[in-house]
Nanobody
């Protein structure tokens, strides 16, 4: 089973920034759509952002649009999630996932993703 590895989480004050990374040595991520999801305590997992494999089109949940930016570095086989203007409600475990094909909504349809990481904790608190 392919394992993705997230990094970059941590504790940050409200209004601060973090950059999450998602990488793997097992597959070429540029052939996959890569999404970021998050799960806060007591809440369901929700989609945050996705970058597709064909033309780099990006997608964002309304709650993070304008604050988060997803990008891909093909040479490093890594996908990043730049998170700015962080709020307390962004606190969650963040997971990256890769999908060979996505037919439906890449933010809502977490079931279409084939491979997942173990997650990285992001805590926004003063």
């Amino acid at each position: 089973q392919v394992q993705l590895v997230e990094s970059g989480g941590g504790l940050v004050q409200p209004g601060g920034s973090l950059r999450l990374s998602c990488g793997t040595s097992e597959i070429a991520l540029n052939g996959y759509a890569v999404g970021w999801f998050r799960q806060a305590p007591g809440k369901e997992r929700e989609g945050v952002s996705c970058i597709n494999s064909s033309d780099g089109t990006t997608y964002y949940a309304d709650s993070v649009h304008g604050r988060f930016t997803i990008s891909r570095d093909t040479a490093k086989n890594t996908v990043y999630l730049q998170m700015n203007s962080l709020k307390s409600e962004d606190t969650a475990v963040y997971y990256c996932a890769a999908a060979r094909d996505i037919i439906g909504d890449p933010i809502r349809n977490d079931f279409e993703y084939d491979y997942w990481g173990q997650g990285t904790q992001v805590t926004v608190s003063s």
